[in-house]
């Protein structure tokens, strides 16, 4: 009890996100016999990689109360210019870090205009939004560019211990994710520039650089994301990501991220991730209209937050 | 002849899962009358403005309003029930006018949804005319001062009928001649039949302003006495349940060599010329008014802003400080004049807090060394006494005296020899005051060098072995400690208004 007593403490908003997802589970398990199969939940889990690894960027830069709204067209610039890169006869390993390095240099683009341009997150990053879309436009001429070899397919198709590289993928990144947060320098300055950027500065440290990485940070992991995305696909689309960081948004606030910042953890978003996966994936299987659909995944995220909330107050 | 009770408090008693944050309290306060709330931090002071306020449910006594047994439910029943609160964090909107402000939520509309503008300006200067205040109505509210803004709180909270007003630390933020005017308003208040809850950390201003007095400690209220008939020491006594030998503590120390030299140092709009001298063992106070360069000084000096001329030698040694890194490197510490939100990270923990600054100390490759950490914020809550139930504790919910030992814990954790302090005991109550000031001792005894800001002539009158003076930006006097009085300095912080 003693040794559980800090664990709860710490992590108790994410636990509840834990048993929102254990019920929803539940009850998807009574109404459809096909949900809870092996097969079916390791595709879940599939599915959720990709908003999982985006939302994980998300999550750092929402605790630093910031937004990113860029991330679905830097998915699909990265995409396309892995894609293209591929095509030239670039070897794997190249083309994978120049799609990360991409999404790196949007992101610290975004995370320059927003410290030293002094514009607000949300302004700096739509503008970005539109701009890498337009240039994954641009560069494709509007086409996308499909069929690569099996090496790379292999990123999203190869199973290791009966399980798809790209769920890997996504427990890798939150492992580092985590432990980047909880124990480095990086993840107390994030919560210490999100809580209070002044005292922040104040204390030495150094706002604008930490607050840039942690833009470029969410920028990588779209591209990473993008690696993901084109291999399953076999194809880079230049509209690829579209309304991707609605879905990165919506897992973190799900996750008991506040968008006030200064709180927030990424095991929640990844928990957050999940619930849509398994939303969406339970109202597959019970065959609701993918109109009825985005309105029950709407409600989902009125009311989890609204839970959160009324809980928050009752403290 | 006594006035008639309006409010009484019975046996009241709040509890919070494992603390007893009041106990068996009885207070009443007269109709006109300014009732003094004195009591160190966490003596319950808040918890009982909350209770009144609405803003939290009492676990057990009765209220009384007007002898008959009421019941506060929420802050919007509280209001119905003629009480108000001015916080020490105004309530306004600031590009809203002061008339706009003054009847916010209960405009007098010509039709539904379209404003009776002229009315609102009319009542709005009628009211401020009751209080004697020479405020147009029309001046947006963001450029008022901190006083004028209070004075339109008040008003707000009498037209709307306000029978009792609670204020929390009013004159915290303000200056003498604020004080005076503000002063002058609850006179008038209390003529109209007003009744005040005033919570103060300031002794003098007990004396000057209040009826009576009732002091908590420790949840539990321990006496409640007729201003004439208590005196100042008492009522330390009362508060902190032990003599203050002394409210200043000072031991002079023979000061050691220089640390910090300025000279000619300027900041275009903000001051000019700035020439001093700051040795080891010594606390040099910076007197002034608000807004004279004093803060705009630290900042400079402390690598936030940057200097247009002159020079800053460190041990020494000329030094461009270009960031607050550097000057931390440079040994360096800044507890600025507002903790909340510049000292402090509120939603991190007492331990995340204190070691903040010293961060790269406590990493290797980026990564946190923890028990190291644990162990030296362990070490500075103990040292200093802050009272936290866990170095996990949020330092939102510690009181302003313990917030402030965290401020003064992220530079002992820093090594800090020189410190910059800027109104280190705004806010905090004569005990923790006491505290700080031995702090400033233990430290100056260890070699260290502060520079204090205060408006407290007081504190700098008490604790400074040199004074100086800033008016306007530049030093306008400097004295030694002993031949320093509260007229010369006032004098030359005023400058040319004092003589005319």
Redesign the interface.
């Known amino acids: 009890m003693l040794k559980l007593k800090p664990f709860v403490w710490h992590y108790g908003r994410q636990i509840g996100t834990l048993l929102g997802l254990v019920a929803l589970s539940t009850v998807l398990w009574i109404l459809s016999p096909h949900f809870l199969t092996v097969s079916n939940l390791i595709n879940v889990a599939q599915q959720t990689a990709i908003n999982a690894v985006i939302a994980a960027g998300m999550t750092y830069v929402i605790i630093t109360a910031g937004i990113d709204l860029s991330v679905g067209s830097i998915l699909a610039l990265a995409g396309v210019v892995l894609g293209s890169a591929l095509h030239a006869g670039i070897s794997l390993p190249s083309a994978i870090l120049i799609a990360l390095a991409i999404g790196f240099s949007c992101g610290l683009v975004n995370g320059l205009l927003i410290t030293r341009g002094g514009l607000p997150p949300f302004i700096a990053t739509l503008g970005m939004m539109s701009v890498a879309r337009g240039a994954a436009l641009m560069f494709t001429q509007g086409r996308p560019i499909s069929g690569f070899s099996e090496g790379f397919r292999a990123l999203a198709t190869k199973e290791i211990l009966h399980i798809p590289s790209p769920v890997w993928i996504m427990l890798a990144v939150y492992a580092l994710g985590h432990l980047t947060l909880t124990r480095t320098k990086l993840g107390r300055y994030t919560y210490a520039i999100g809580g209070n950027e002044q005292a922040a500065l104040l204390s030495g440290v150094n706002t604008k650089w930490y607050k840039t990485l942690v833009y470029g940070l969410s920028g990588m992991l779209s591209g990473l994301a993008a690696v993901i995305l084109t291999a399953r696909l076999n194809s880079a689309q230049p509209i690829a990501g579209l309304m991707y960081e609605l879905d990165a948004i919506a897992a973190t606030v799900i996750g008991g991220t506040s968008l006030m910042g200064g709180e927030g953890r990424v095991v929640g978003t990844l928990v957050g991730a999940l619930i849509m996966g398994v939303l969406r994936n339970g109202l597959n299987l019970l065959g609701v209209s993918s109109f009825l659909q985005q309105i029950v995944i709407g409600s989902v995220i009125i009311v989890a937050v609204l839970i959160d909330m009324a809980l928050k107050r009752h403290k | 002849m006594e006035s008639p009770t309006i409010l009484r408090l019975c046996g009241i008693r709040k509890t919070y899962p494992g603390v007893v944050a009041l106990e068996d309290v009885d207070f009443d306060l007269r109709r006109g009358e300014v009732h003094i709330l004195l009591g160190e931090n966490g003596a319950g002071k808040s918890t009982l403005v909350k209770i009144l306020s609405g803003a939290c449910r009492r676990t057990g006594g009765r209220i009384y309003l007007d002898e008959v047994e009421t019941d506060i439910r929420n802050p919007k029943h509280a209001q119905d029930l003629s009480i108000r609160v001015i916080y020490q964090e105004l309530n306004l909107v600031p590009y809203l006018s002061v008339a706009d402000n003054l009847f916010l939520g209960r405009e007098p509309a010509l039709l539904p949804g379209i404003l009776d503008q002229a009315a609102i300006h009319e009542s709005a200067r009628r009211l401020l005319a009751g209080l004697g205040l020479s405020i147009d109505p029309r001046t947006p509210v963001k450029t008022l001062g901190i006083a004028e803004q209070q004075m339109v709180e008040i008003a707000k909270a009498l037209s709307s009928d306000a029978r009792i007003i609670i204020m929390d630390e009013p004159t915290s933020a303000l200056t003498e001649s604020e004080i005076r005017r503000l002063f002058a308003t609850i006179r008038t208040l209390k003529q109209k039949g007003v009744s005040i809850i005033y919570i103060s950390h300031r002794l003098e201003e007990t004396f000057e302003i209040g009826d009576r007095v009732s002091v908590l400690r420790d949840g539990r209220l321990v006496a409640t006495r007729q201003i004439a008939q208590v005196t100042q020491s008492e009522l330390i006594r009362l508060m902190v349940d032990r003599d203050l030998t002394e409210q200043f503590p000072k031991q002079r120390i023979p000061p050691g060599e220089e640390v910090l030299r300025v000279e000619d140092l300027s900041r275009d709009g903000a001051f000019a010329d700035i020439t001093f001298s700051l040795h080891r063992g010594e606390v040099l106070g910076i007197a002034g008014l608000m807004g004279s360069g004093r803060t705009e000084l630290a900042r400079v000096l402390?690598g936030?802003d940057r200097a247009d001329r002159g020079a800053i030698l460190v041990r020494g040694q000329r030094r461009d400080i270009r960031?607050?890194?550097a000057?931390?490197k440079l040994k360096m510490g800044?507890v600025?004049e507002d903790r909340k939100?510049?000292?402090?990270?509120?939603?991190?923990s007492v331990k995340?807090n204190i070691c903040?600054?010293s961060?790269?100390a406590f990493?290797r490759l980026?990564?946190?060394r923890?028990r190291k950490e644990q162990q030296a914020a362990l070490g500075y809550v103990r040292q200093l006494g802050i009272k936290t139930p866990s170095l996990?504790q949020r330092v939102v919910l510690l009181s302003g005296g313990n917030q402030q030992k965290v401020v003064l814990g992220?530079w002992l954790c820093s090594n800090a020899e020189i410190l910059i302090l800027d109104e280190p005991t705004r806010g905090i109550d004569v005990g923790a005051k006491v505290e700080i000031y031995e702090w400033m001792n233990r430290l100056t005894a260890q070699g260290a060098a502060i520079l204090m800001i205060s408006s407290e002539l007081p504190e700098i009158l008490g604790m400074s072995d040199r004074i100086l003076v800033m008016r306007r930006g530049r030093i306008a006097g400097e004295f030694l400690a002993p031949e320093a009085t509260q007229e010369r300095i006032l004098e030359a912080a005023l400058g040319s208004y004092a003589q005319a």
Do not use: C, H, Q, Y
């Open positions: 402390f936030v960031s607050v890194r000057a931390i800044f600025t939100s510049e000292g402090l990270v509120l939603n991190l995340d903040l600054p961060v790269p990493s980026g990564f946190m923890g996990r992220k």
